[in-house]
């Protein structure tokens, strides 16, 4: 039996070497252009065919096994967010004020990682791979769509036709050695909300002769949070949280608006359609109940992220095979969100996590944190489990 996990470690220094290029050269949704220039390179040094474009700043790399069977597209994403880096790496961002803080660095290497080790088993491949390197993961960086929803438009689950897909996460959460492989809802849905509030201004000492939006907006803050603990049955699940509220330019001055926005998230789409009706009338109530006027703005980001049953208990099994000393997690579900999830509304498809932090070298910051590093370890696991799982699925035919 061919040992993926091995072979994933004689390519170490490769991966290593490019996650590490791809850190220090970091670009946001739809920029990656140096990014996906060495992609591209990459794949077509093996001699897999490239095609540039695919969603904007998208690659697709096609790897056709030398026997029939269905395509299987392995997804990674690109990009890097706006986020001023503080780890003191040696390899730490050179492109001021954006940083690698996902992980995405380590998918795209470990998606080329994954293409040289597929590519060298051509004549056992049963089937296509679909090698999708996505841009824009982390939202729409001013586009009408995400990374995803992008390449879709451009057509990468269409000739060949994708059959099945599957992709991962490196996991800060969770320490190395911790692998995720869960059936069923494991990414929340999420919708984007904006509150636009809008008083009288005035003068800070006269607040009698103002509406002031300020406390509109303190009071709306905290009603909001009674929608979870008040509206959500208790066994289910939402989060709804206010990120961000702007208003006011000085201290004796109330203003005439303050903007309030946010993210809900949600497995459940009758959840869901609860949380953002409550959202509506209690913005509305209180803001109104204050003297403000009130324009509630939300919108689906994406939906769900749902892992097909057959697939994934197939990449379990992968799992328990390549990576033995694992600790194999079928239960795990985030509330975090993940664009994967439009083409796992089209294709049956498993998308997993690999554990990635290491406490004892302070590598344990959360997703996003300007602190955020991995151990690189995880790359090789990464590497072998969807080296091994692409094999595994191609050899079984798609899942139903
Ligand atoms: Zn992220
Ligand atoms: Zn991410």
């Not at 907006?217 to 049955?233: F, G």
């Not at 359609?273 to 689906?300: H, L, P, S, W």
Request: net charge negative; hydrophobic share 40%; charged share 20%.
């Amino acid at each position: 039996m061919t040992d993926f996990l091995n072979e994933a470690k004689q390519l170490f220094s490769y991966t290593q070497s490019l996650r590490r290029d791809l850190h220090m050269h970091p670009e946001l949704g739809f920029k990656e252009v140096r990014t996906g220039g060495i992609v591209a390179r990459e794949l077509e040094s093996l001699g897999i065919e490239v095609t540039k474009g695919v969603g904007k700043t998208g690659v697709v790399g096609l790897l056709e096994g030398e026997k029939p069977g269905p395509t299987l597209l392995l997804r990674f994403d690109m990009d890097a967010l706006p986020i001023a880096e503080q780890t003191g790496a040696d390899y730490a961002s050179q492109n001021q004020g954006v940083m690698h803080a996902c992980g995405h660095d380590g998918h795209t290497a470990i998606g080329l990682t994954v293409a040289k080790i597929l590519n060298a088993r051509r004549d056992q491949l049963a089937g296509t791979i679909k090698f999708c390197f996505q841009p824009s993961e982390e939202g729409n960086n001013g586009e009408e769509v995400g990374g995803a929803e992008m390449m879709m438009r451009d057509g990468v689950l269409e000739g060949p036709k994708v059959d099945m897909s599957l992709a991962l996460h490196l996991w800060n959460e969770k320490p190395l050695g911790w692998v995720g492989v869960t059936q069923g809802p494991i990414m929340a849905g999420a919708e984007i909300f904006t509150v636009k509030i809008t008083g009288r201004g005035g003068h800070g000492a006269i607040p009698d002769a103002a509406v002031d939006p300020v406390i509109a907006a303190a009071n709306i803050v905290n009603s909001l949070q009674s929608i979870v603990s008040r509206n959500v049955p208790p066994l289910e699940t939402a989060v709804l949280s206010v990120t961000n509220i702007h208003g006011g330019t000085a201290f004796n001055i109330i203003p005439q608006e303050v903007m309030l926005e946010g993210t809900i998230r949600t497995f459940d789409r009758g959840v869901r359609q609860k949380v953002v009706e409550r959202f509506e009338q209690i913005a509305r109530g209180v803001g109104e109940g204050m003297g403000c006027q009130i324009e509630v703005n939300i919108k689906r980001l994406t939906p769900a992220l749902v892992n097909n049953a057959l697939m994934t208990a197939k990449v379990q099994e992968t799992a328990r095979r390549v990576l033995p000393e694992s600790n194999l997690d079928s239960e795990y579900q985030t509330m975090t969100a993940e664009d994967m999830a439009f083409m796992q509304e089209k294709v049956p498809a498993c998308y997993f996590f690999i554990g990635s932090n290491d406490k004892s070298r302070h590598l344990d910051y959360g997703h996003h944190h300007p602190k955020f590093d991995f151990d690189e370890e995880a790359l090789v696991r990464g590497s072998a489990l969807m080296a091994a799982a692409a094999m595994d699925v191609l050899g079984e035919g798609p899942a139903k």
